[in-house]
């Protein structure tokens, strides 16, 4: 099964800048709620959270193409207060997973995400944002 066999990916960047971009835009500037219980988590390390997302792939070697419901997209993020000045500082890591092709099987390669599916994808991490660092159920 293509969507089991997964290795990371680190493509795609300026894609999930745009997207998180557009999602967060109004979102960073706002306070943030200083009781969060999730604000400087330490030792706890970043939120996680797994999605599935749409995409196409296309053979780098044999130009075969499919389309996938199932490319998993590995995102963490988290907000500690920056000692120096006392703000606050978030961090977002996105890790995308290729998939091989099952007629040549030799490298993984890179997903063209559905914008659809990658702006839900977004705006969940909007919504996860905003409940966990600003208060908003």
Do not use: H
Not at 80 to 92: E, V
Not at 113 to 126: H, I, T, V
Request: include cysteine; charged fraction near 30%.
């Amino acid at each position: 099964n293509q969507a089991r066999e997964m290795e990371p990916k680190r493509n795609n960047a300026e894609f999930w800048i745009d997207i998180t971009t557009r999602c967060l835009n109004d979102v960073v500037n706002q306070p943030v709620d200083l009781n969060a219980r999730d604000l400087n988590r330490g030792s706890r390390g970043p939120i996680k959270c797994d999605r599935m997302l749409v995409a196409d792939f296309t053979c780098s070697l044999c130009t075969k193409r499919w389309d996938s419901t199932q490319v998993t997209m590995k995102v963490e993020y988290e907000a500690n207060r920056n000692l120096l000045n006392r703000n606050f500082l978030g961090k977002i890591e996105m890790t995308e997973y290729g998939q091989r092709c099952s007629r040549c099987r030799t490298d993984y390669e890179v997903p063209s995400f559905d914008m659809q599916s990658a702006e839900r994808l977004g705006m969940k991490l909007r919504e996860k944002i905003l409940e966990k660092y600003y208060g908003v159920p």
